[in-house]
């Protein structure tokens, strides 16, 4: 009995600090998705679309997944015929602005994948946030050419 | 009337003939030599005049030898990129593929297309082989010794840096042209599509440019 009661608190006190904690994170992600690739790349590329629905600017440090071992956020630039991949250290979102992350534009390098990874497969990455907060989505793993198919959930804080 | 108030409009009359028939003979040389005029509904750079390519010898993905002869008698899209690429390079053989796919039979069978490394330190042919294949079992992976892959690129006028990240020299991007050189079956430079790709588009100017010079 006096289990059930401590466990039921436990769960009770760990959802307050949840939300305390979810509720100072007001970014929201959508379509997030990885591209397949062939087997032998080691790096993968990663899209979603980034809101920020809070009323103060977020910045974003960094990403990581337990199924990578390191993540990096990269814009891909083309100028004067020429691609380059600029590697982007921070990421600041002002309030209600979306950051798109798509093909040539905005991306995740999600390098060398610590399992083999299929279609439809499930990828949890963290959002590092200044001030050392996190947030978490999941991505999923799809062909591209089918970047606007809604493909997981939006996480709401 | 004078002698010379007779002789100038005869002198006058004589320069305007003489300029009349040089100018005809000039129209005339000219109009020999005249190249056939580019449709002007082609939506991308056709080049005045194919350029002839140099030789190279590289590879395919099947460690077999990839020269000037084998862009002969097809038409070839050569498009240059890496493996260690996750953005650009991806994203552009799908949109080949998908051009590829939507191209009618007859023009398919007289076009290939061609990935070629500018990375071919970590791009030996076993790994183009695998790549390309992933998109299309059709495209051809070709890479070689660097010198060789950088003359001809050059040749091309494709450009290509190696971007280091930190201390570790096998850590490395490569920033590069985003054309697709399309090749006519003469092995000669013949147009240039530029990014950002779109497989409909790269269809309809291509399939004009194929008819337009197939005979």
Redesign the interface.
């Known amino acids: 009995m006096i289990k059930k009661i401590l466990t039921i608190m436990l769960c009770l006190v760990t959802s307050i600090f949840s939300q305390a904690i979810l509720a100072d994170q007001p970014i929201v992600v959508s379509d997030a998705w990885i591209a397949d690739a062939p087997a032998i790349s080691k790096i993968r590329a990663g899209y979603l679309m980034l809101q920020n629905k809070g009323k103060h600017a977020i910045t974003i440090k960094s990403f990581s997944s337990p199924n990578f071992e390191r993540i990096e956020l990269h814009k891909t630039v083309i100028k004067d015929g020429m691609v380059k991949m600029e590697s982007i250290k921070q990421l600041t979102i002002k309030p209600d602005e979306i950051v798109e992350f798509k093909a040539e534009a905005y991306h995740l390098m999600l390098f060398t994948p610590k399992q083999k990874l299929n279609n439809s497969d499930k990828v949890k990455i963290t959002i590092q946030l200044e001030g050392n907060k996190t947030s978490s989505f999941t991505a999923i793993v799809k062909e591209r050419g089918h970047s606007r198919e809604h493909s997981n959930h939006k996480m709401h804080h | 009337m004078t002698i010379k108030q007779f002789l100038i409009p005869i002198l006058f009359t004589a320069i305007a003939a003489l300029s009349l028939a040089g100018g005809y003979w000039v129209s005339q040389q000219t109009q020999q030599t005249r190249l056939p005029s580019i449709p002007k509904d082609i939506d991308t750079m056709v080049l005045p005049e194919a350029r002839e390519l140099m030789p190279f010898e590289l590879l395919d993905q099947d460690n077999q030898p990839f020269t000037i002869a084998r862009l002969k008698q097809k038409w070839s899209l050569i498009f240059f990129g890496f493996?260690?690429?996750?953005?650009?390079c991806?994203?552009t053989l799908?949109t080949l593929q998908?051009f590829w796919q939507g191209l009618p039979e007859p023009i398919r069978h007289k076009t290939q297309v061609v990935f070629m490394t500018v990375d071919p330190k970590r791009d030996p042919p076993a790994?183009m082989k695998?790549?390309v294949q992933?998109f299309e079992p059709s495209f051809i992976g070709v890479t070689g010794e660097l010198e060789q892959v950088s003359a001809f690129t050059r040749s091309l006028g494709v450009?290509h840096e190696y971007?280091y990240?930190g201390e570790d020299k096998n850590n490395y991007?490569v920033?590069?042209?985003?054309?697709i050189m399309l090749i006519d079956p003469q092995a000669r430079l013949r147009a240039i599509f530029?990014?950002?790709h779109n497989s409909d588009e790269m269809q309809k100017n291509y399939t004009k440019i194929f008819n337009f010079y197939k005979d």
């Not at chain 2, 493996?83 to 650009?88: G, L, N």
């Not at chain 2, 920033?175 to 054309?179: D, E, I, K, L, M």
């Open positions: 493996t260690h690429c996750p953005d650009i991806p994203s799908k998908t790994t695998e790549y992933f450009l971007v990240q991007s920033n590069h042209s985003a054309q530029t990014a950002p």
